[in-house]
């Protein structure tokens, strides 16, 4: 081979800063990179000073550890590599951490810091090596083989460890203001979850303080402290912490301090079913905090202080949250930014909350951490520029179980604030328009009142013909409104289980779409040439257009009964083909499920009422089961709608189905028919209160019962009467 063809890269000099300055997005994550070093290098601690020099116009940030050191080859083979794979291969520190550093590029951060970086590394048997560094010489070499550095080693007294001292400019004395320090004390508050005893998730972790000295910053109060959680962490409204393994199995453990003394609520989970990659096993931490004026108020209540041990006012509380707000998400103890900054929003929690505020939480109601494996185990790899995890299917498992772990809390948040009347819940409406329009007890007072006045029989009695008159024009507006909700309610219904149309209704119309040219084609043959070969062709297709189209016309006769206009009179109409007439709407879900569903009662049993509230009633019932039968997997399903009477009147009628059924809180608060509560993935919450509002426009009242298997609903006459 010819020589002349041969040759190697050069990385260019500026390539180190490239690395450092262009790939490490900010001073914060450039601090963070350097302490998880001390981490790495088996320290207890990492002190982080900052120094100005007014006079001088320059500063000094001095990053110091009590690690095991690096010795004179350990700088020189592993320090100076830009890139090492050396963390990458040991995994382990001497004594048992899991590294943190894996890309080989985390001290070259330092560039973005200052204009000089000086190293002096001590090692357990006194060996004290030095480096210095200055970056603007990476600036000017060609290529990076032309900087030259100067390694001094020699014994010392100094005690084991590392410290970086690294000098800025005027240029950066400017920067670091008071704001730039309030954030940089944000991330170190971040960069490590609380310990367990706050925190309730029980995972090994390493003893690892992070002490901040601030000094001679224009400005800027000096500082010494050792960096904690968050003060408000052990203030929350309600918490739900526990683990999800690989699987999607997992145990939580729920907690509210909004009732003193209230037990905990320890359950298991199986979303297993939901997701297809995996993403490792995952534990939560995650907090709420009501942001009503009395919600903070009972936050500060609890003990939430300043430095100095005075309580938080109302507005200083609320700051508080608006600044550490997040949910991070923690591998091997240090957090990846920027999942859990205020401003990220991973989740989309907010974009939730504006569909359905009363049910979902905002992002700046809540403060998180969860913790995931390494990224072999879990797939979730972190971005070399420090800015997140890559958007792979393993990210988006993340995202889901995260989201199912929250909406737990969701769901007992909601039933717990309707329980305490904080969620302002609604009555039927059916009740507030005939609370609305009744006024005999004001007509009985006021006659009352004229009699006891002395006024005249023929006076009074007029005044109560007036008011009467009255009486039955509201009620002749409250009718027409009663009306008007009626058919918007089977209106949502219809709407509702519009999935239905678009299933059953897809397979015909595709062949409309597919056959309708075909057909015209051989017509146009035939006419031509009117062979029985020809008309072969012609009338299969003829065929199949019947076939389809009458699975058109038995579909809309199904969903006909829903999609009623105005309401007429009520009439006696027949249980049993009503009953059966919804199970027929979901005739093709039910049977791919293969759901054995069964009406039971008297044949010929009629009840005077709207036909299409019951319809509107038993097509949500249906539809939720459908809908948990799909997402739980529910082997063997089935439905029974069994109804009694007595002579020629209605007992009950009963709904049970075999699915996960519905958990007893939910069931004690009967939260599961009010407006806006759902726990469907994007549930709008209407079928049950629907089905609610339709039941007492008929003078019965839809109720759930316990059950030790399903869901289990009884419709009655008002009172039990």
């Known amino acids: 081979m010819n020589e002349d063809s041969v040759f190697s890269i050069r990385p260019a000099g500026r390539h180190i800063l490239t690395i450092g300055r262009d790939l490490i997005q900010d001073p914060y994550a450039a601090v963070v990179e350097l302490v998880k070093n001390a981490f790495d290098a088996d320290s207890e601690f990492v002190e982080v000073e900052f120094k100005a020099d007014t006079e001088a116009q320059e500063y000094r940030i001095i990053i110091s550890d009590g690690g095991h050191g690096m010795s004179r080859s350990d700088v020189v083979e592993r320090w100076m590599v830009p890139s090492t794979d050396d963390k990458l291969k040991r995994k382990i520190s001497p004594s048992g951490r899991v590294l943190q550093g894996r890309k080989g590029v985390g001290r070259f951060a330092a560039s973005i810091l200052g204009d000089d970086l000086l190293l002096e590394t001590t090692t357990e048997k006194g060996e004290t090596t030095s480096v210095f560094v200055e970056w603007a010489t990476f600036e000017d070499a060609s290529y990076l083989d032309q900087v030259e550095l100067l390694i001094d080693t020699e014994k010392s007294n100094s005690k084991p460890g590392t410290v970086l001292t690294i000098k800025g400019s005027s240029a950066g004395l400017e920067e670091w203001n008071d704001a730039q320090f309030r954030r940089l004390m944000y991330e170190l508050r971040k960069l490590t979850p609380p310990t367990a005893a706050v925190s309730g998730v029980d995972l090994k972790q390493e003893k690892f303080d992070i002490r901040l000295k601030i000094s001679g910053f224009e400005g800027v109060q000096d500082t010494e402290e050792t960096i904690e959680s968050f003060p408000i962490l052990e203030f929350y409204d309600y918490m739900i912490s526990g683990y999800v393994d690989e699987n999607g199995i997992g145990e939580l453990i729920y907690s509210t301090q909004k009732i003193e003394n209230a037990s905990e609520e320890r359950f298991s989970v199986d979303f297993s079913g939901f997701f297809e990659s995996p993403c490792g096993a995952l534990h939560f931490d995650i907090r709420v905090y009501d942001r009503d004026k009395n919600d903070i108020d009972q936050i500060i209540r609890r003990g939430l202080k300043d430095k100095d041990g005075n309580y938080l006012g109302n507005l200083a509380a609320r700051q508080l949250l608006n600044f550490n707000n997040g949910i991070g998400v923690y591998r091997n103890g240090f957090r990846i930014r920027p999942l859990g900054d205020a401003q990220f929003d991973w989740l989309r929690l907010n974009q939730k909350r504006v569909q359905n505020p009363s049910r979902k939480i905002g992002g700046n109601q809540v403060i998180g951490f969860v913790h995931i494996e390494s990224e072999e185990r879990s797939g979730l790899v972190e971005k070399s520029a420090r800015d997140g995890l890559k958007e792979n299917a393993a990210y988006e498992r993340l995202i889901d179980v995260t989201t199912k772990v929250i909406e737990e809390l969701e769901t007992r948040r909601f039933a717990l604030r309707r329980s305490l009347d904080l969620g302002k819940p609604k009555s039927r409406v059916e009740k507030q328009i005939q609370q609305l329009f009744s006024d005999d007890h004001i007509r009985a007072d006021v006659v009352k009142r004229l009699e006891l006045a002395g006024i005249g029989e023929g006076v009074t009695k007029e005044i109560s013909d007036i008011l009467a008159r009255d009486m039955a024009a509201k009620n002749k507006a409250a009718e027409?409104?009663?009306?008007?909700?009626?058919?918007?309610?089977?209106?949502?219904?219809?709407?509702?289980?519009?999935?239905?149309?678009?299933?059953?209704?897809?397979?015909?119309?595709?062949?409309?779409?597919?056959?309708?040219?075909?057909?015209?084609?051989?017509?146009?043959?035939?006419?031509?040439?009117?062979?029985?070969?020809?008309?072969?062709?012609?009338?299969?297709?003829?065929?199949?257009?019947?076939?389809?189209?009458?699975?058109?016309?038995?579909?809309?006769?199904?969903?006909?009964?829903?999609?009623?206009?105005?309401?007429?009179?009520?009439?006696?109409?027949?249980?049993?083909?009503?009953?059966?007439?919804?199970?027929?709407?979901?005739?093709?879900?039910?049977?791919?499920?293969?759901?054995?569903?069964?009406?039971?009662?008297?044949?010929?049993?009629?009840?005077?009422?709207?036909?299409?509230?019951?319809?509107?009633?038993?097509?949500?019932?249906?539809?939720?089961?459908?809908?948990?039968?799909?997402?739980?997997?529910?082997?063997?399903?089935?439905?029974?709608?069994?109804?009694?009477?007595?002579?020629?009147?209605?007992?009950?009628?009963?709904y049970r189905d075999n699915g996960p059924g519905i958990d007893k809180s939910l069931i004690e608060s009967e939260v599961i028919f009010d407006p806006e509560f759902s726990t469907k993935r994007d549930g709008t919450g209407l079928g049950l209160a629907i089905a609610g509002e339709a039941a007492s426009r008929n003078g019965l009242e839809l109720n759930v019962l316990e059950s030790d298997q399903g869901a289990y609903f009884r419709l009655q006459p008002e009172n039990g009467e």
């Open 480 to 654: 027409s409104i009663r009306q008007t909700v009626a058919v918007y309610q089977g209106q949502a219904t219809l709407g509702k289980i519009v999935n239905v149309v678009l299933h059953e209704g897809r397979r015909p119309l595709n062949f409309f779409k597919n056959q309708v040219p075909n057909l015209e084609y051989w017509a146009g043959i035939f006419s031509d040439n009117p062979t029985p070969e020809n008309l072969e062709q012609v009338l299969p297709i003829a065929k199949e257009l019947g076939h389809n189209a009458e699975v058109f016309t038995q579909l809309f006769e199904r969903l006909d009964p829903l999609a009623a206009g105005k309401r007429a009179e009520a009439r006696p109409f027949n249980m049993s083909e009503v009953l059966n007439g919804s199970l027929q709407v979901f005739k093709n879900s039910l049977a791919e499920l293969g759901v054995d569903a069964d009406v039971v009662g008297p044949v010929d049993f009629e009840l005077l009422g709207w036909k299409q509230d019951f319809y509107a009633i038993f097509t949500n019932l249906i539809d939720n089961s459908v809908y948990w039968f799909s997402e739980k997997g529910t082997k063997v399903p089935s439905i029974t709608i069994r109804f009694e009477i007595s002579e020629s009147s209605l007992i009950f009628i009963d």
